[in-house]
């Protein structure tokens, strides 16, 4: 079984910044793609940033030029650099992975817990 763990929200004025991070672990063979989501109340779950395991990136046009995202494949962690916070990013914010535990299985797609971003003066 595959974990993922987040960590590293919480309530931020406008205009700062915050670090998610979310590790993996578990029966863990490879990872493909590594990434994060997010929720805010009343809307529907959508894609923030991705990362492929070869370093290519995927942001939403909300959050580029403010958001990072970065991996480090060694400690099977993704990362979430958020700079000049705005309200409209207070959101559950999810990690997500593509993970392959085994050659004889195709990779399976897990989520984390979620974690909150709360923006607000």
């Known amino acids: 079984q595959v974990q993922l763990v987040e960590s590293g929200g919480g309530l931020v004025q406008p205009g700062g910044a915050l670090r998610l991070s979310c590790a993996a672990s578990?029966?863990?063979?490879?990872?493909?793609?590594m990434g994060w989501y997010r929720r805010a109340p009343g809307k529907q779950r959508e894609s923030v940033a991705t990362?492929?395991?070869?370093?290519?990136?995927n942001y939403a046009d909300s959050v580029k030029g403010r958001f990072t995202v970065s991996r480090d494949n060694a400690k099977k962690t993704v990362y979430l650099q958020m700079n000049r916070l705005k309200h409209e990013d207070t959101a559950v914010y999810y990690c997500?992975?593509?993970?392959?535990?085994?050659?004889?299985?195709?990779?399976?797609?897990?989520w984390g817990q979620g974690t909150q971003v709360t923006v607000s003066s």
């Open positions: 990362m492929t395991s070869g370093g290519s990136t």
């Open positions: 578990g029966r863990i063979l490879s990872i493909d793609a």
């Open positions: 997500n992975a593509d993970v392959r535990e085994s050659f004889l299985r195709p990779s399976q797609n897990y």
